[in-house]
Antibody, heavy 120, light 105 residues
Framework: EVQLVESGGGLVQPGRSLKLSCAAS????????MAWVRQTPTKGLEWVAS????????YYRDSVKGRFTISRDNAKNTQYLQMDSLRSEDTATYYC?????????????WGQGTLVTVSS | IQMTQSPSLLSASVGDRVTLSCKAG??????LAWYQQKLGEAPKLLIY???SLQTGIPSRFSGSGSGTDFTLTISSLQPEDVATYFC????????FGSGTKLEIK
């Protein structure tokens, strides 16, 4: 059974950093691109970042470029999202999601989400 | 690519045929998915490539459309279908629609 379990969310002040983790199991992690998708009541679902199978290619939405870094450790079956210079508008539930077998951003598997609150 | 869903809120009775709409800002070549999200849960993939049913999804769900106009149909609404439904295009990377909240009348 495919499982994705996020951790690392919490309350953080504006301008500070936070690192999210996503532990994967039930599939060959190194064969799949991975992504982070966030959700807020006002903006809905937003794709945030993706990473290729080997980690050599990364992609970001414009609003997080230069502030967020996606990475992965295939030996640990884990992906990460390092979030720096956090802003109030980054407040959201962050989901870990698996790309399709062909690498496109079609998400059949999601984690349960971890809440990030950016507030002073 | 902007994705516009309508209506934002839909109220229907058990057994009704329900239709949800999703319009893309430009041609997305049928790279359209539908997700169901129940309260407190992650989104669940229902339909991909506009009309392909994901494994394990009940056959009362179907998708149709092409180009810019797409529809999710529930042939006979069940109480467990209460949820918010999102469309997603993956033709030009990816964007999601704002969702249609479906409730039982």
């Amino acid at each position: 059974e495919v499982q994705l379990v996020e951790s690392g969310g919490g309350l953080v002040q504006p301008g500070r950093s936070l690192k999210l983790s996503c532990a994967a199991s039930g599939f060959t992690f190194s064969n799949y691109g991975m992504a982070w998708v966030r959700q807020t009541p006002t903006k809905g679902l937003e794709w945030v970042a993706s990473i290729s199978t080997g980690g050599g290619n990364t992609y970001y939405r414009d609003s997080v470029k230069g502030r967020f870094t996606i990475s992965r450790d295939n030996a640990k079956n884990t992906q990460y999202l390092q979030m720096d210079s956090l802003r109030s508008e980054d407040t959201a539930t962050y989901y870990c999601a698996r790309h399709s077998t062909t690498g496109i951003p079609l998400f059949a598997y999601w984690g349960q989400g971890t809440l990030v609150t950016v507030s002073s | 690519i902007q994705m516009t869903q309508s209506p934002s809120l839909l109220s229907a009775s058990v057994g009704d045929r329900v239709t949800l709409s999703c319009k893309a800002g430009q041609n997305i070549n049928n790279y359209l998915a539908w997700y169901q999200q129940k309260l407190g849960e992650a989104p669940k993939l229902l339909i991909y490539n506009a009309n392909s049913l994901q494994t394990g999804i009940p056959s009362r769900f179907s998708g149709s459309g092409s180009g810019t106009d797409f529809t999710l149909t529930i042939s006979s609404l069940q109480p467990e279908d209460v949820a918010t439904y999102f469309c997603q295009q993956y033709n030009s990377w990816t964007t999601f629609g704002s969702g249609t909240k479906l409730e039982i009348k």
